[in-house]
């Protein structure tokens, strides 16, 4: 039987045994398996002496090989027994010997013990949204705009305009007056087709770079805007203009209710991870770093930078500022996914088999495709992993109704 030796929070020594037998017929059953395929000159297929193919192949590599097999076969059977949830093997040891029980010990990275903080009494700090009539008529004025009538005009760009402008690389980039930067506007103002004109460029922050643009106007197009009133609210589907504005703070309250509700989840899962008791294993960590790098990787692909080359481009110091941010923000992410874990084994969470394939088929939905080429697409560790991000989901909701009852 196998028997754990040592333990150490997430560190795990554990000893396990098979008997001579069993080590004897897996050296000779490797021996008749090289026999089919190796060819030795002088003899049949499959009837060289044993000598003679452990001379050509070397008996401490064969031996090296029964050891492998037999670790691959009986580890997760001894680790399963003992009732442990292995994250890595860190090393194996233990020689083996014909004649004599193959005794090996392993040390792992085990699943480590959890312990949430007390989340019963958390304040997420998140109140519960309102909709004024501020919000409800910006919402009007946007679809006012989506069902604008826009038609080329003669004379300067006035406030309420569209003007298109061409880059220097031969872009054109519609800019309507009304709500672009001031800045904009006021370069824009005036110009009529065939202007040039020097625009203040903005970081996506909506922040000013310093940097200018010059463009050169294409057209200007005057946006003539539906009138507020029952006609317009046909437009949209409703009978009244009342109606329209009811429905559309209907709407509007609906999206707020949920933001709020993923900013719970959110708040909620933050404090989780900070006060939550776990050793990490190192395994988990270095796991998630090179997500993280993954992530970096592809981003940066995106503006066609390789990964290596932006890292070679980096001072010293900025180099390791970035991999300690990735190692902090792994250890973030592991000890949120810890969180997750032990909060839904807290909460007994489960989803239900007509649960699950609602779910599957709302997102082949989404995506306009079959449910089951979706589950395809996926594969079995896709659905794993949206099946555990789902159930997590799911704890998270129950975690935050519990806390506002």
């Known amino acids: 039987m196998p028997e754990i030796v040592e333990r150490e929070g997430w560190r795990v020594r554990v000893r396990g045994e098979v008997p001579a037998e069993e080590v004897e017929g897996a050296y000779r059953l490797l021996l008749s398996e090289y026999k089919k395929r190796v060819r030795v000159p002088g003899f049949r297929p499959g009837r060289v002496p044993d000598r003679v193919l452990e001379a050509r192949l070397g008996r401490e590599a064969l031996l090296r090989e029964v050891r492998e097999e037999l670790i691959e076969r009986h580890l997760p059977e001894d680790l399963k027994a003992l009732e442990l949830d292995p994250v890595a093997v860190r090393k194996v040891e233990g020689e083996l010997e014909l004649g004599k029980p193959f005794v090996f010990e392993a040390e792992i990275e085990n699943y480590p013990e959890v312990e949430l903080p007390d989340w019963r009494g958390f304040e ?76 203040p460029l903005f970081s996506d922050g909506g922040e000013p770079t310093g940097r200018t643009a010059k463009v050169k106007v294409k057209e200007v197009k005057a946006v003539r805007l539906p009138e507020l009133d029952d006609e317009f609210a046909k437009t949209l589907g409703y009978e009244t203009l009342e109606e329209a504005r009811a429905k559309i703070k209907e709407e509007l309250l ?152």
């Open 124 to 199: 997420l700090g998140v109140e519960e949204p309102e909709v004024g009539e501020e919000a409800v008529e910006a919402a009007l004025q946007d679809l006012r705009r989506r069902y604008a009538e826009v038609e080329a005009k003669e004379g300067p760009a006035e406030a309420n305009d569209l003007v298109i402008v061409v880059t220097e690389e031969g872009s054109e980039i519609p800019v309507e007056l009304e709500r672009a930067y001031d800045e904009v506007r006021a370069a824009l103002l005036g110009k009529r087709a065939g202007d040039e004109a020097e625009l």
């Open 254 to 405: 609906r999206r707020a209710r949920a933001q709020a509700e993923e900013a719970r989840k959110e708040a909620l899962l933050e404090k989780l991870a900070e006060g939550l008791k776990a050793e990490l294993p190192p395994a988990l960590v270095e796991a998630e770093e090179r997500a993280v790098w993954g992530e970096i990787a592809e981003d940066l692909a995106k503006k066609g930078v390789p990964l290596e080359d932006y890292l070679k481009s980096l001072e010293p110091e900025k180099f390791e500022a970035l991999k300690n941010e990735v190692k902090r923000s792994a250890e973030r992410r592991v000890r949120r996914g810890l969180a997750l874990e032990k909060l839904a084994e807290e909460l007994g969470v489960e989803l239900g088999e007509d649960e699950w394939k609602a779910h599957l088929e709302e997102l082949a939905r989404a995506y306009g495709m079959k449910p089951a080429d979706f589950e395809r697409a996926l594969g079995e560790d896709g659905l794993r992993r949206l099946y555990r991000r789902r159930l997590h989901d799911k704890a998270l909701s129950q975690a935050v109704a519990a806390l506002a009852a």
